[in-house]
């Protein structure tokens, strides 16, 4: 990790600088952590058409234009993918992201092509649509994913913003998108599975922030019993699906939510520690403005370690909840344990 990479989140802040700039954008990281995401959520964002190139699979004369002649006169005519001056805005939109992806994928010849795109905003001698914004991004060349240095001309055309997965923001995004409540309760247990990207690895595939997020659509709404490992290590690897799948079978164990919410003084609670993650992960799904007293009163039996769990995800998940009379009651003592990370959650 570079001295100065940032989580996906906040490098939506930088890319939107440059935007203001008129520079380009480079994201570099390894794959899977949300660098494609990230550009498309700035299109949202600032209702911008995506124009997606794979530069991996682009020759020189998809960027440069085909060579024509009119009137004794060679020009080259570029490809109706590019928004030229006279092109008109998209319906609803207000202009275009140029996105070109795997840029250190592509071959010598095409990111010579790229230059004039990337700092000059042409293609084929033609000006790009002054509402056009270019973005690039690409994998590291050290993690075997296809890409290599893109060389000192193209270094200085570009700013190259590094991304990488930091914890808490990745799990505010998983609790914002939705993802499968178990899958966040397993990364608070093991937090090292969030990204376990090894570039010498020999698995065939490894967990990342992608990856997670197939996982949870593979298992959305099923129970224990009908999870296939099979699939579960096809998205995550051998070592982490079986680390996961055993997690799942604690899942099964806990109190149901039923139970707690009719009994919250009285019902058991969990030994095992992973049993407790899961629970904590449970509940927090759980919670909302009508369940969080009852709830709390059963969160409050807990240690106080898996109590700072609860609290934070549920900051996560709904910032509102804070100023719950519930909540308010009961935080004083951990504030210190929940706040103790503010580096971290500023990268968010």
Known sequence: MGMFAISPKQAKTEIIECMKAGITPFLIGSPGIGKSECVYQVGDNYNLEVIDLRMSQ???????????????????????????EDTPLPP?????????????????????????????????????????????????????????????????????????????????????????????????????KLHSF??????????????????SKLIRGKEYKDI??????????????????????????????????????????PAEGSTKYALVSMLVDYTNEETITNIVKYIKRLPPDFQVIYFRNVIRKDPALKQHEDFQKNILDLTRFIYDDDDTSAAA
């Open 228 to 269: 296939s490992i099979v699939l579960l290590a096809g998205v995550l690897s051998d070592g982490v699906a079986e680390e996961f799948y055993t997690f799942l079978q604690e899942y099964e164990r806990l109190p149901k939510y039923t139970q707690i919410k009719e009994s919250p003084e009285t019902t058991h609670i």
């Open 92 to 192: 609803g939109k207000k202009g275009w992201i140029l996105f070109l992806d795997e840029l250190p994928s592509a071959s010598p010849s095409v990111l010579a092509a790229s230059y004039k795109i990337i700092l000059d905003k042409m293609v084929g001698g033609q000006k790009l649509h002054p509402n056009v914004v270019v973005i690039a991004a690409g994998n590291k060349s050290t993690d075997k994913a296809i890409a290599r240095n893109i060389g000192t001309a193209l270094q200085s055309r570009v700013c190259t913003i590094e991304i990488d997965v930091f914890n808490e923001p990745t799990l505010k995004h998983f609790h914002e998108i939705g993802t499968d409540p178990r899958i966040i309760g397993f990364l608070e247990f093991q937090p090292s």
């Open 58 to 84: 682009m020759a020189p004369e998809d960027l440069m234009g085909l060579p024509m002649r009119k009137e004794n006169k060679a020009f080259f005519a570029p490809f109706n993918i590019f928004p030229l």
């Open 198 to 215: 090894d570039p010498n690895h020999n698995d065939h595939t490894f967990a990342c922030p992608r990856t997670w997020q197939f996982a």
